[in-house]
């Protein structure tokens, strides 16, 4: 096990991701990344997999790194015809009912990913599935390997610009998603032993009276904890969410999200929680790894 410290200085990054998904470096490559950048305790919250915590976890131990893994994952679910993102953090990754959970979001996540592809086809890109399957190299496919290839095959010039123009809401390249409920993901991550966590809600373009059924909803549900701090937010987002996760009973949690080097994505870069609130670890043992 690997001791948590329990005072301040603390360094938590509980959102980021690996090549299991959608992520650029491997999970040894992320641990070691996070330890150069003074990182304490690192979740890994790959897309609808768990599948690059035992290599995490194996290259800590085996090495004798100063770091805390937390075993994670980002469940994509569907809400009000909206597309949100669940956090399970401390979760089994052996949980039968995790497991049933991850391997049906698998089974939607191919079968969207193919459609997508047979949407690109017939406007004139071909073998968009099979590049953003190559790219993947055996994680799960995203959308953002779809944007990954199309910029690699000169189609646009950057990923912003794919999404923009073939992948977002109404574009020829969009599939409306089928994943599991809210419900749904947090009984699983439960299950598991888990805290479930809504991931990054200033990102869903909601306003402020959406934003309070989505954090009613999931606490009724049982939800335990809000992303609050990222780090890169608008002026006083890290504060209303703060407000809103104190209004509906919720912890806090922080995470970058992080999926490959950046200028402005970063490993811990800016993660700090606004006051009067309860972050999720307040309770978690001092000895905590995955």
């Known amino acids: 096990m690997t001791e948590i410290a329990s005072?301040?200085?603390?360094?938590?990054?509980?959102?980021?991701?690996?090549?299991?998904?959608?992520?650029?470096?491997?999970?040894?490559?992320?641990?070691?990344?996070?330890?150069?950048?003074g990182i304490d305790v690192l979740a890994i919250t790959d897309h609808d997999t768990t599948e690059g915590i035992p290599a995490a976890l194996h290259h800590i131990q085996q090495n004798n790194?100063?770091?805390?893994?937390?075993?994670?994952v980002e469940v994509s679910t569907l809400w009000q015809n909206l597309e949100i993102h669940i956090v399970g953090l401390n979760v089994d990754i052996n949980s039968a009912s995790l497991k049933t959970l991850l391997a049906n979001q698998v089974d939607l996540r191919k079968q969207r990913g193919?459609?997508?592809?047979?949407?690109?086809?017939?406007?004139?890109?071909p073998d968009a599935w099979e590049g953003a399957l190559k790219l993947a190299n055996g994680g799960q496919v995203t959308r953002?390997?779809?944007?990954?290839?199309l910029v690699e095959a000169g189609i646009a010039p950057t990923i912003q610009k794919v999404f923009k123009k073939y992948l977002a809401r109404g574009k020829i390249g969009y599939v409306p998603p089928q994943w599991c409920t809210i419900a749904q993901a947090i009984e699983a991550i439960h299950q598991a032993g888990g805290q479930a966590v809504i991931a990054h809600p200033g990102r869903y373009g909601l306003s402020t009276k959406w934003l309070?059924?989505?954090?009613?909803?999931f606490k009724q549900h049982g939800g335990d904890a809000m992303e609050v701090a990222q780090c890169q937010q608008a002026p006083n987002e890290r504060q209303q969410l703060g407000q809103l996760a104190r209004e509906y009973g919720l912890n806090v949690s922080l995470g970058s999200d992080f999926h490959q080097p950046c200028s402005w994505?970063?490993?811990?870069?800016?993660?700090?929680?606004?006051?009067?609130?309860?972050?999720?670890?307040?309770?978690?043992?001092?000895?905590?790894?995955?």
């Open 65 to 72: 790194l100063p770091l805390a893994l937390i075993a994670g």
């Open 114 to 125: 193919m459609e997508i592809g047979h949407r690109l086809a017939k406007a004139g890109i």
């Open 7 to 37: 005072d301040m200085t603390t360094r938590y990054d509980l959102h980021s991701h690996t090549t299991a998904s959608d992520g650029v470096l491997s999970p040894e490559q992320l641990v070691d990344r996070a330890i150069s950048m």
């Open 212 to 217: 309070k059924r989505l954090a009613d909803g």
């Open 144 to 149: 953002g390997h779809f944007a990954r290839y």
């Open 265 to 290: 994505i970063e490993l811990g870069r800016n993660l700090w929680l606004p006051g009067d609130v309860v972050p999720v670890w307040h309770n978690w043992p001092r000895f905590a790894a995955a």
